[in-house]
């Protein structure tokens, strides 16, 4: 990450997921990095994102390792209680719908809120989200998946939004809601199987593209291929 100061420190949230593993081993090989925390809910300290309190205890455990340069949050969940997503307006679930809401929008915007203090001020700092490109509304084109569209529509708009807040402190902020491709992981095997980008190569082009992306006071939403996605 040449962007970013020499000794930058990071933060990976999800690190025991495919993406987050691999983005995690892409940073340690980054001699400009001078720490990286992997944090998911087994390790300590861990988080739950449908608890607010583990959020506030994690960001407040984390504090003495900071500020940080360098936040990606690669959490998701398009699998819900065994179930994957909805194809058709008959398959919707009240339950489902807010869970989905929960895990995808609402639980890492309060991760955001929490973790977002310890940035580093008068520097490049990096706020990353996994989304998704099915969160865009503009390029929906065969519907389905309501849940998960919808949730990564409103990740999109929360992300967004923080942005224009952050920059008001931190105006060298870059915010960016992600798109890493279809990665072999546990999320996508049962809809695509193998064929899909090893993780690696996929955590090596999203912080490629992060790399290059400049404070604008607005979020960005990028793939892994450096192509911009419309909202």
Known sequence: MQSLPQGYRAVVFGASGAIGGALVQRLK??????????????TQPGFDLLDEASLARCA?????????????????????GGQGPEKRLDELDADRLLRAMHLNAVG?????????????????????????????????????????????????????????????????????????????????????????LDPLDSATNLLKVLDALQPTGRAWFMDHKGQTIPW
């Open 29 to 42: 090989a980054d001699p400009r990095c001078e720490q990286v925390l992997g944090i998911s809910r087994a």
């Open 60 to 80: 407040a455990s984390m504090a003495h390792a900071g500020p940080f340069h360098l936040v990606i949050d690669a959490t998701g969940a398009l699998t819900l």
């Open 108 to 196: 890492p915007a309060l991760l955001l809120k929490h973790v977002a203090p310890l940035l580093a001020s008068g520097e490049r700092v990096i706020w990353a989200k996994l989304s998704a490109r099915v969160g865009s509304i503009d390029d929906n084109h065969k519907g389905g998946w309501y849940g998960y569209r919808s949730a990564k529509a409103a990740l999109n708009m929360l992300l967004q939004t923080a942005s224009i807040e952050i920059a008001r402190r931190r105006p060298l902020a870059v915010v960016a809601a992600l798109q890493p491709g279809t990665v072999r992981s546990a999320l996508s095997q049962p809809f695509v199987g193998d064929a899909a």
